[in-house]
Each structure stands twice: as structure tokens, then as C-alpha cells.
């Protein structure tokens, strides 16, 4: 059984888009829930009105593995990690969620592997992908360069806020938030207060609201994330 449900939580698909010139640096990002590492790829692809792409930042787009999810009834879907509602006040599902932070590790493994350092990995994503990297960033690998999230929050009480309160590092991966003013799935309330709690913690970083977005990227906030990224993982002289 335990194997059959760790074969279940397997990422298996990776869509990738290589560095134009020296890979020296990556991009991890995760999707929303029930959507596709190619559809987010499609989506900012179109928002860029080309493909993103780097000479020097290789991006890692994959997809969360088919599993149960409760909200849905718990018919399948592609989630990163369980949860029992869409909900603040709900408790996290640790296991569901640290059983996914490990298969990502795996991804990040893999790039450390071909000699990208870890302080030259962002991690980054969109609503449930946004969350999942605010575990990663800071809970699970505290070294990376830095954290993008999506129209993304954190549940009251928090693991990632536990882990901050106890962490014995001084430094934090710096952090930008994005959040659309008219969200109506994920109030900008959440995000808010997310960004609120992390900083009170040492993260530092910069909230930014979206004027008539809703839950959904845009292209300005597209075109930040560009130069936040390029900021936190420039392009190395040779």
C-alpha cells in the first residue's frame, strides 16, 4: 500500500524550456491546482507574448501528480498536496504536503547535480503552486535564491510559520508576493496576511496588489517577476 501510494504522489511530467546560452541559474514553477505545468507555461507564454525564456536561466515547469483531492469530493486531480477545504482556518495536511516538498527536493537534486548551486535555484507559482513554494523556500530548502507567490496563501497556524519561529539561520530567501485586488477565490485578504505573518518572521520581501485582477495572472505582473528574477539570479560575467 505504501508503495502504490508513493507511486501516486510521483511527479512524472516535466516541461522545460533551457537557457539560450550558459545555464547557470534555474526556474522552478508550479501551477495552480488541476491544471498542467504546460498550461501555466502556455499561459504566461501568452501574457509575455513569447515564450520566457533566459540565455542563462533554465525553467522548470512540472506537473502535480494525479491524486485525491477532498475539495473535489476527492475525486482525482492534479494537486500539489491534499487539503481538507479551501479554507484559512483549515489544518494543514502535513504529511500530504512534506511528501510532495520531498519530490520536488528530488527536482532540485537533479539541477544541483548538473552544477547549478542552490543559491542560483527560485522557486515560484501560482495559487496552490505559490503555497507549495513557500514551503519549499522556507521549511524545506532555505537556501534557494529566492520565492515567487502567485495569488497564493499560508493557513492560520501554518507549518512554514512554525518553521520560521524555531529556524536557526538568520536569513530567509527574499520574497515577492503578487495578489489580484478583486480575487474572488482567494480573497487578497489571505495573501495579505500571509505576507503580514512571514515578514514579522524575517522574510523580507514586497507585496504587490493587482488593480481589477482577479484570481489570475497578469501581464504586469508577469513583467515584475522578470526583473525580480533577474535581479535575484542575474547573469553571471564570464
Known amino acids: 500500500m505504501i508503495n502504490v501510494m508513493a ?21 522552478i514553477f508550479f501551477h495552480g491546482s488541476g491544471d498542467t505545468g504546460n498550461n501555466v507555461k ?5 501574457l509575455n507574448k513569447e515564450e520566457l525564456k533566459f540565455p542563462h536561466i533554465k525553467i522548470v515547469y512540472p506537473t502535480a501528480p494525479l491524486q485525491p483531492y477532498t ?30 516538498c520531498s519530490e520536488v527536493s528530488g527536482i532540485l537534486e537533479k539541477e544541483i547535480a548538473c552544477g547549478i548551486p542552490v543559491n542560483r535555484i527560485v522557486l515560484g507559482g501560482f495559487s496552490m503552486g505559490g503555497a507549495l513554494s513557500l514551503h ?6 532555505t537556501s534557494v535564491a529566492g520565492c515567487c507567490a502567485m495569488s497564493s ?53 514586497e507585496f504587490v496588489p493587482l488593480k ?16 525580480w528574477l533577474l535581479n535575484v539570479i542575474p547573469e553571471e560575467s564570464s
Not at 502556455?42 to 501568452?46: E, H, R, T
Not at 519549499?136 to 530548502?141: K, T
Not at 485582477?213 to 526583473?227: D, I, N, P, R, S
Open 42 to 46: 502556455d499561459w504566461i507564454k501568452l
Open 71 to 100: 475539495p473535489n469530493n476527492g475525486e482525482p486531480s492534479n494537486v500539489w498536496f491534499d487539503r481538507s477545504a479551501i479554507s484559512k482556518s483549515a489544518p494543514e495536511l502535513q504529511a500530504s504536503i512534506d511528501s510532495m
Open 153 to 205: 496563501f499560508l493557513n492560520d497556524n501554518s507549518l512554514v510559520y512554525e518553521a520560521l519561529k524555531t529556524a536557526t539561520t538568520g536569513s530567509t530567501p527574499p520574497l515577492l508576493q503578487f495578489h489580484g485586488v478583486r480575487d474572488d477565490l482567494v480573497p487578497i485578504e489571505w495573501g495579505e496576511e500571509t505576507f503580514k505573518l512571514l515578514t514579522e518572521l524575517g522574510v523580507k520581501g
Open 136 to 141: 519549499m523556500a522556507y521549511r524545506h530548502r
Open 212 to 227: 481589477n485582477a482577479y484570481h489570475e495572472l497578469t501581464k504586469l505582473e508577469v513583467q515584475k517577476f522578470k526583473e
Open 7 to 27: 507511486a501516486a504522489t510521483r511527479i512524472s511530467k516535466l516541461h522545460t524550456i533551457q537557457a539560450t546560452a550558459n545555464h547557470t541559474a534555474t526556474l
